[in-house]
């Protein structure tokens, strides 16, 4: 009875201690503009991977904007940064629209650096979630970087109605629900890295077997 008190204090220690080290997230400060036309009108939006980042001190592979209608500081670190797996961002009840289908672009296509490839993966994601949702139109500068316009033409052209798991991504408000800092953001869900996971593992061994001993005697 005892062994299994000290086992169960030990989880709860281990995600206490997990629950502590969540600091926050960080982004870097690359991006580039993506020129396109919104609504008929050009814009020049920053996008891209914003990198090097990381969400609770575990790296992310790269992180690209899913909402142009807020803003962010960057290079920064968000204390009160809100993540789901469901493709939801800021105070959107339902998730991110075609969030599937942008959760399939980055699974074929997703990159880091701000390269031709990353430019036009900033602008097919754009393009899904916007162009004929509400009314909108989104579609990419075909004057500019005509390199990734063609890339941008092949990944929509691949896409077509494909989706994929949402889940496997992480769907960022990097200030939280009361702060202007809402650029909704998704990234790769991080997996920890095996040396803290042998880490936690090593630590709870040792205190079941301290708690083995205390029980013997």
């Known amino acids: 009875m005892k062994l299994k008190k000290i086992l169960v204090l030990a989880v709860c220690m281990v995600l206490l201690l997990a629950g502590a080290a969540q600091a926050a997230l960080v982004l870097g400060g690359n991006s580039t503009p993506i020129h396109g036309f919104f609504n008929g009108s050009a814009v020049y939006w920053g996008g891209g991977s914003f990198e090097p980042s990381s969400w609770n001190g575990t790296p992310l592979k790269y992180v690209y904007c899913v909402d142009v209608f807020h803003t962010i500081s960057i290079p920064g670190t968000f204390n009160s940064a809100i993540a789901t797996s469901n493709g939801i961002v800021n105070s959107l009840s339902v998730p991110v629209h075609n969030a599937g289908q942008v959760a399939w672009l980055l699974d074929h296509y997703g990159t880091a650096g701000n390269g031709d490839a990353a430019y036009a993966l900033q602008a097919a994601i754009w393009h899904v979630i916007y162009d004929g949702y509400g009314g909108n139109t989104y579609v ?30 992480l769907w960022f408000t990097p200030g939280g629900p009361d702060n202007f800092e809402k650029q909704g953001l998704v990234a790769p869900n991080p997996v920890p890295e095996p040396g803290t996971m042998m880490l936690l593992g090593s630590g709870l061994v040792g205190l079941a077997g301290w708690g083995r001993k205390k029980f013997r005697k």
Do not use: E, F
């Open 140 to 169: 990419i500068d075909t004057t500019q970087h005509t390199t990734a316009v063609g890339l941008y033409n092949t990944m929509l052209g691949v896409l077509g109605s494909q989706t994929s798991d949402v889940s496997a991504y």
